[in-house]
């Protein structure tokens, strides 16, 4: 996806931004991620092998109840960044896992 806004969206699972699982391959360029809420991921959730490349884009003031303020990721879900990838004022509000990733 390139060029892609995401404001304000809720989820009580993973991922209010978006949350890719599976054996499948995300790219994410020059695309803006702000005040997102989840469980896991506030912003992005990769999970079950999903691979991700995040070039050029903005994640901002995201909420994850759990872990991973701006972007939660499994062990067998890599994620790449790729260029300015900025995280700015992401939180983890329980357990203290992860403001930013």
Avoid: Y
């Amino acid at each position: 996806m390139t060029g892609s806004t995401f404001v304000r969206n809720v989820a009580t699972d993973r991922g209010a931004g978006l949350w890719a699982s599976d054996v499948s391959q995300v790219v994410i360029h020059t695309s803006t991620f702000t005040a997102n809420q989840a469980l896991f991921g506030g912003a992005l959730s990769f999970t079950d092998e999903a691979a991700a490349e995040i070039e050029s884009s903005l994640l901002e003031k995201n909420s994850a109840l759990s872990c991973g303020g701006g972007v939660a990721t499994e062990s067998r879900a890599p994620v790449a960044l790729i260029g300015v990838v900025t995280f700015s004022s992401n939180r983890a509000s329980h357990g203290a896992n992860g403001g930013g990733v």
